[in-house]
Protein backbone atom coordinates (compact mmCIF):
# COMPACT_ATOMS: atom_id res chain seq x y z
CA UNK A 1 0.00 0.00 0.00
CA UNK A 2 2.90 2.34 0.56
CA UNK A 3 4.53 2.14 -2.49
CA UNK A 4 0.86 2.77 -4.32
CA UNK A 5 0.43 5.96 -2.71
CA UNK A 6 3.66 7.62 -3.82
CA UNK A 7 4.51 10.37 -5.48
CA UNK A 8 8.07 10.34 -6.43
CA UNK A 9 10.23 13.64 -8.45
CA UNK A 10 10.81 12.83 -11.99
CA UNK A 11 12.92 15.89 -12.98
CA UNK A 12 11.95 19.35 -13.77
CA UNK A 13 10.49 21.33 -16.99
CA UNK A 14 12.65 24.56 -17.27
CA UNK A 15 10.83 27.53 -19.28
CA UNK A 16 12.47 31.00 -19.36
CA UNK A 17 13.46 31.91 -16.17
CA UNK A 18 11.31 29.45 -14.34
CA UNK A 19 11.21 25.70 -13.03
CA UNK A 20 8.49 23.72 -12.79
CA UNK A 21 9.18 20.21 -10.53
CA UNK A 22 7.74 17.37 -12.40
CA UNK A 23 6.60 14.39 -10.19
CA UNK A 24 5.40 11.14 -11.31
CA UNK A 25 2.90 8.89 -9.56
CA UNK A 26 -0.56 9.77 -7.73
CA UNK A 27 -1.68 9.65 -4.58
CA UNK A 28 -4.25 7.68 -3.13
CA UNK A 29 -7.36 9.89 -2.91
CA UNK A 30 -10.16 7.95 -1.52
CA UNK A 31 -11.74 4.16 -0.99
CA UNK A 32 -11.82 3.54 -4.19
CA UNK A 33 -8.21 4.79 -5.35
CA UNK A 34 -7.44 2.38 -2.48
CA UNK A 35 -9.52 -0.68 -3.85
CA UNK A 36 -7.94 -0.30 -7.27
CA UNK A 37 -4.61 -1.15 -5.39
CA UNK A 38 -3.05 -4.43 -6.99
CA UNK A 39 -2.09 -6.30 -3.88
CA UNK A 40 -0.73 -9.78 -5.98
CA UNK A 41 -1.74 -12.22 -8.89
CA UNK A 42 -3.47 -15.14 -9.00
CA UNK A 43 -2.66 -17.09 -12.50
CA UNK A 44 -2.54 -14.16 -15.22
CA UNK A 45 -5.33 -11.64 -13.32
CA UNK A 46 -4.25 -9.09 -10.89
CA UNK A 47 -5.70 -8.86 -7.42
CA UNK A 48 -7.27 -6.11 -6.47
CA UNK A 49 -7.51 -5.12 -2.82
CA UNK A 50 -11.55 -4.21 -3.21
CA UNK A 51 -11.11 -8.57 -4.33
CA UNK A 52 -10.16 -9.81 -0.83
CA UNK A 53 -11.08 -6.95 1.44
CA UNK A 54 -13.78 -3.99 2.24
CA UNK A 55 -12.68 -1.33 1.38
CA UNK A 56 -14.69 1.94 3.34
CA UNK A 57 -13.63 5.65 3.92
CA UNK A 58 -13.51 5.88 7.27
CA UNK A 59 -13.24 9.53 9.42
CA UNK A 60 -10.25 11.80 8.97
CA UNK A 61 -7.28 11.52 10.73
CA UNK A 62 -7.96 14.50 14.11
CA UNK A 63 -5.89 17.35 13.52
CA UNK A 64 -6.11 18.24 17.09
CA UNK A 65 -6.52 16.59 20.30
CA UNK A 66 -8.49 17.78 23.40
CA UNK A 67 -7.88 16.91 26.63
CA UNK A 68 -9.72 17.28 29.63
CA UNK A 69 -7.78 18.19 33.41
CA UNK A 70 -11.00 17.44 36.24
CA UNK A 71 -10.75 19.38 39.44
CA UNK A 72 -8.68 17.69 41.61
CA UNK A 73 -7.25 15.15 39.35
CA UNK A 74 -3.50 14.94 38.17
CA UNK A 75 -3.98 13.33 34.98
CA UNK A 76 -5.50 14.67 31.47
CA UNK A 77 -8.02 12.58 29.97
CA UNK A 78 -8.69 12.41 26.07
CA UNK A 79 -11.83 15.22 25.42
CA UNK A 80 -14.27 15.97 22.98
CA UNK A 81 -15.03 19.81 22.89
CA UNK A 82 -18.99 21.14 21.87
CA UNK A 83 -19.73 24.58 21.90
CA UNK A 84 -22.97 25.84 21.03
CA UNK A 85 -23.89 29.80 20.01
CA UNK A 86 -27.46 30.58 20.84
CA UNK A 87 -29.29 33.11 18.21
CA UNK A 88 -30.28 36.35 18.48
CA UNK A 89 -33.97 36.35 20.01
CA UNK A 90 -33.59 33.21 21.94
CA UNK A 91 -33.21 32.62 25.38
CA UNK A 92 -29.70 30.77 26.11
CA UNK A 93 -30.84 29.68 29.42
CA UNK A 94 -33.56 27.50 27.88
CA UNK A 95 -31.21 25.91 24.92
CA UNK A 96 -28.54 25.08 27.56
CA UNK A 97 -31.03 23.41 29.46
CA UNK A 98 -32.63 21.51 26.49
CA UNK A 99 -28.79 20.65 24.87
CA UNK A 100 -28.29 19.05 28.40
CA UNK A 101 -31.57 16.93 28.40
CA UNK A 102 -30.67 15.84 24.71
CA UNK A 103 -27.25 14.74 26.02
CA UNK A 104 -29.18 12.65 28.79
CA UNK A 105 -31.47 11.45 26.53
CA UNK A 106 -28.51 9.70 23.98
CA UNK A 107 -26.96 7.99 27.33
CA UNK A 108 -26.88 4.30 26.72
CA UNK A 109 -27.69 4.19 23.25
CA UNK A 110 -25.85 6.45 21.44
CA UNK A 111 -23.19 7.71 24.00
CA UNK A 112 -22.09 5.09 26.53
CA UNK A 113 -22.62 5.18 30.13
CA UNK A 114 -18.66 5.59 30.98
CA UNK A 115 -18.56 8.96 29.30
CA UNK A 116 -18.46 11.91 31.43
CA UNK A 117 -20.05 15.13 30.96
CA UNK A 118 -18.88 18.43 32.54
CA UNK A 119 -19.82 21.18 31.59
CA UNK A 120 -17.32 24.20 31.72
CA UNK A 121 -19.29 27.03 30.57
CA UNK A 122 -22.96 27.51 30.08
CA UNK A 123 -23.84 31.11 29.81
CA UNK A 124 -27.46 30.19 29.50
CA UNK A 125 -27.44 29.68 33.23
CA UNK A 126 -25.33 32.89 33.41
CA UNK A 127 -27.37 35.02 31.53
CA UNK A 128 -30.33 33.03 33.86
CA UNK A 129 -28.59 34.49 36.83
CA UNK A 130 -28.48 38.00 35.45
CA UNK A 131 -31.94 38.21 34.69
CA UNK A 132 -32.52 36.82 38.24
CA UNK A 133 -30.66 39.52 39.64
CA UNK A 134 -31.80 42.36 37.69
CA UNK A 135 -35.69 41.44 38.61
CA UNK A 136 -34.47 41.72 42.40
CA UNK A 137 -32.51 44.59 42.12
CA UNK A 138 -35.89 46.38 40.54
CA UNK A 139 -38.06 45.10 43.14
CA UNK A 140 -35.61 46.71 45.63
CA UNK A 141 -35.96 49.92 43.90
CA UNK A 142 -39.64 49.76 43.68
CA UNK A 143 -39.66 49.14 47.86
CA UNK A 144 -37.12 52.19 47.93
CA UNK A 145 -39.54 54.44 45.83
CA UNK A 146 -42.14 53.74 48.05
CA UNK A 147 -41.23 54.13 51.69
CA UNK A 148 -39.29 57.49 50.01
CA UNK A 149 -43.14 58.39 48.83
CA UNK A 150 -44.61 57.52 52.27
CA UNK A 151 -41.87 59.65 54.13
CA UNK A 152 -42.31 62.12 52.41
CA UNK A 153 -46.44 62.48 52.07
CA UNK A 154 -46.97 60.57 55.04
CA UNK A 155 -48.60 57.10 54.98
CA UNK A 156 -52.14 58.66 54.62
CA UNK A 157 -51.40 60.57 51.44
CA UNK A 158 -49.20 58.14 50.11
CA UNK A 159 -52.09 55.57 50.59
CA UNK A 160 -54.05 57.74 48.86
CA UNK A 161 -56.37 58.00 51.83
CA UNK A 162 -56.59 61.65 54.13
CA UNK A 163 -59.71 63.47 55.81
CA UNK A 164 -61.28 64.33 52.19
CA UNK A 165 -60.74 68.29 52.84
CA UNK A 166 -56.96 67.94 50.87
CA UNK A 167 -55.18 68.64 53.54
CA UNK A 168 -54.15 71.47 52.53
CA UNK A 169 -51.61 74.12 54.68
CA UNK A 170 -53.96 76.54 56.53
CA UNK A 171 -53.10 80.06 57.82
CA UNK A 172 -52.75 80.74 61.99
CA UNK A 173 -55.40 81.44 63.86
CA UNK A 174 -58.45 80.46 60.59
CA UNK A 175 -61.13 78.48 61.17
CA UNK A 176 -62.01 75.44 58.79
CA UNK A 177 -64.50 75.29 56.55
Do not use: C
Amino acid sequence: MGAADAELPAGGLISGNRSIPVRVGRLLRDAGDVGDVIVGVAGDRAVRLRDVAQVTDGPAEPSQYVSFLAGGSTSFEPAVTIALAKREGTNAAHIAEQVLQRVNQLRGRVLSDDVRLTVTRNYGETANEKSQELLLHILIATLAVTALVWLALGWRQAAGGGDGRGDRPRAAGVPDG
